[in-house]
């Protein structure tokens, strides 16, 4: 995935492709194809605390700045400014940026003389590494100079007491995390090494543009906490900067090394794709996979989010089974199990504490598992999950947190509490839902019925009856099949109160493996001509009065339109699946998503789009259950 200088040299387009390169634990490093941070987020160093949503940023960047044969400095960085200023235009001097691997690297030029950039993170720590080096001509005096700051990722921080000081030649501690600089010729350090300059001055008012259009705070102030200095005289020469945080004392290998490592660790993720849209949503799905202390986990988004149960379990096949990660899903699921309280997970913690406002992230865990144990022939599995399950199946029949319980009358799925959103679209402004969808909801009920049959299958599996489930199944399917469909032909999005509305949400109906409709291609059709999109389908029908074209503004104006016409790219999932299901094409589906790839989050899947044309991308620009569904979606069009 290579971009030139048209693309490079023009902020609108250059800063609107972003990269973003992971490290296991929540962390990451994450930028623009031009260099232009855009977002409070935008660091070399974004530390995980105790939960992937804790994070700090750390080390903002390194500027370059080279004097060719002793010439004027040249400014290779790029930054906005409070009152519009672009200083430096170092982007103008961009050649190319590329995504090699899935890590970013940019070349800059100045007539003869070419500089190269790369850098990786050091998967499982919180540690970047940042190579610049001499590609041709020369020889260049190179300055890396370090804007530091340490605050909380949601924040910003502005001129005062950082504490920065000199650790040993060529290191230098900032707050929480160390920098190390190395002059190498060859990949091999140099004896000169790189010279550090310690310097102090506070760069006030660097401008974040997305922030300002999402209605943040937009300004923030970096300390240019010194330089590394290095002489390049031949091609190959590098200064080399390292960056980490953790324990300090413990110095990572050499910045060549973790490149060299972090690449191979790539080409072994991707060895068994079978084309290019595999590896890079393979690649792509690795960014989503953690290990915390509680054992595997998933980032929901990048930058701003931290595990959410919900996505986790959407998720699973995609990020697990299709990535040849099942021993990892295994355990994952394994440690949400021992979570599960009153029969239900946890949706999230992100907001420092624990939520339960969920009604259907646990019966996307049924489905989860009984995917895994399917595919992975995991019987073991079946058989020690099967207490949690039962006790899933136990709450849900006598009553849990939410007012989520059975009707008994029909046996379907009831749910709803006040001031509550409580399945997928849990937008809330002011404190009150946007889309409640309180009462009889179409997607919990298909996950419903589709977790009876789960559990009923897997209880066979274990050698165990499951006559009692499989008679509960039946009488909720017919229920189902009886009272959903509408006079137009379509599933009521919400029963008791009814709620017509034409939705994405009926496609779980259709689409998951005990779907408790059968597939008709006239209602399928008519789903996707109201709903599809090249990005995925809307949330709601352009034609309902309370559709909203664009996702956009402050954060109420989003929230108002995040399920009300947005898109959502993970729905393509569902979407193929039920067309799969009613002997109607997929294999074109995925044109557009896969176009995508270069024009947002690269490499990635966004989290929402407009539901107006050109569908310009919104929310997350790395998804996990957008990359995780397009990967699935993808893998079976092409068995097809």
Request: hydrophobic share 45%; with cysteine; proline share 6%.
């Amino acid at each position: 995935m290579r971009f030139g200088t048209q693309t490079c040299g023009d902020l609108a387009l250059g800063a609107a492709r972003e990269w973003v390169v992971a490290d296991g634990r929540g962390g990451y490093a994450m930028g623009t194809a031009s260099g232009l941070r855009t977002r409070r987020y935008h660091a070399l160093l974004v530390v995980a605390g105790d939960t992937p949503a804790s994070r700090h940023v750390g080390l903002a960047a390194l500027d370059p700045v080279v004097r060719v044969g002793g010439g004027a400095p040249v400014r290779l960085a790029v930054h906005e400014w409070a009152d519009g200023t672009i200083a430096p235009q170092g982007h103008l001097l961009l050649e190319e940026f590329a995504l090699v691997d899935g890590l970013p690297r940019w070349r800059w030029r100045i007539g003869a003389t070419v500089l190269e950039r790369e850098l990786a993170v050091r998967h499982g720590s919180s540690c970047v590494a940042v190579i610049t080096r001499l590609v041709c001509g020369g020889p260049v005096e190179l300055s890396l100079e370090a804007l530091c700051t340490w605050r909380d990722q949601h924040g910003e921080r502005h001129a005062g007491h950082l504490p920065v000081h000199e650790a040993a030649a060529g290191a230098v501690v900032a707050d929480a995390y160390r920098l190390r600089g190395a002059f190498t010729r060859g990949g091999v350090p140099a004896p000169d090494g790189a010279r550090w300059s310690p310097d102090g001055t506070w760069l006030l008012g660097v401008h974040h543009r997305m922030e300002a259009a999402r209605g943040y705070v937009p300004h923030e102030d970096l300390l240019l906490a010194g330089r590394f200095t290095a002489l390049l005289a031949e091609p190959g020469d590098a200064l080399e900067v390292t960056a980490w945080a953790g324990d300090l004392g413990v110095e990572p290998p050499p910045a060549t090394d973790i490149v060299e490592a972090e690449r191979a660790r790539r080409w072994s993720l991707a060895a068994g794709a079978a084309d290019t849209v595999t590896t890079t949503l393979t690649l792509a799905a690795d960014a989503f996979v953690v290990t915390t202390a509680a054992g595997p986990d998933v980032v929901a988004g990048y930058p701003w989010f931290g595990a959410w149960s919900r996505d986790t379990m959407t998720s699973y096949e995609g990020l697990f089974l299709a990535t040849g990660r099942a021993e990892q899903g295994r355990e994952l699921l394994r440690a949400y199990a021992a979570t599960l309280s009153e029969g239900m997970l946890a949706n999230t913690a992100d907001g420092g504490t624990v939520g339960y406002n969920t009604a259907d992230a646990t019966l996307w865990f049924l489905h989860a598992v009984d995917r895994h144990v399917r595919a992975a022939d995991d019987d073991d599995l079946a058989a020690e999950l099967l207490p949690a399950l039962d006790g899933i199946l136990a709450a849900h029949l006598r009553g849990t947190r939410y007012g989520i319980k059975v009707d008994e009358s029909d046996g379907l799925l009831v749910q709803g509490a006040d001031g509550e959103a409580l399945t997928w679209m849990d937008a809330r402004v002011d404190g009150m839902p946007v889309t409640q969808r309180a009462g009889k909801a179409v997607d919990v009920n298909a996950l419903w019925c589709n977790g009876l049959a789960a559990l009923a299958a897997l209880r066979e599996r274990a050698g165990r009856h499951a006559d009692d489930v499989r008679r509960r199944h039946a009488v909720t399917e017919a229920a189902f099949r009886r009272r959903f469909p509408a006079p137009a032909g379509h599933l009521h999005d919400v029963l008791d109160p009814d709620d017509a509305a034409l939705r994405p949400n009926q496609l779980l109906a259709y689409a998951l493996p005990y779907a408790p409709m059968e597939p008709d291609p006239v209602v399928l059709r008519r789903i996707a001509d109201a709903l599809l999109t090249p990005l995925g389908p809307r949330s709601l029908d352009p034609a309902d009065p309370a559709y909203r074209p664009h996702h956009g503004g402050d954060l109420r104006e989003r929230d108002r339109a995040y399920h009300q016409g947005t898109v959502w790219p993970w729905l393509i999932g569902p979407m193929s699946d039920a067309l799969r299901r009613a002997g109607l094409p997929t294999r074109d589906l995925l044109t557009g998503l896969v176009a995508h790839l270069g024009d947002h989050g690269l490499g990635s899947v966004s989290e929402t789009a407009d539901g107006a044309a050109p569908h310009r991308a919104t929310g997350c620009p790395f998804q996990a259950w957008s990359v995780a569904e397009t990967l699935r979606a993808h893998l079976t069009s092409t068995d097809q």
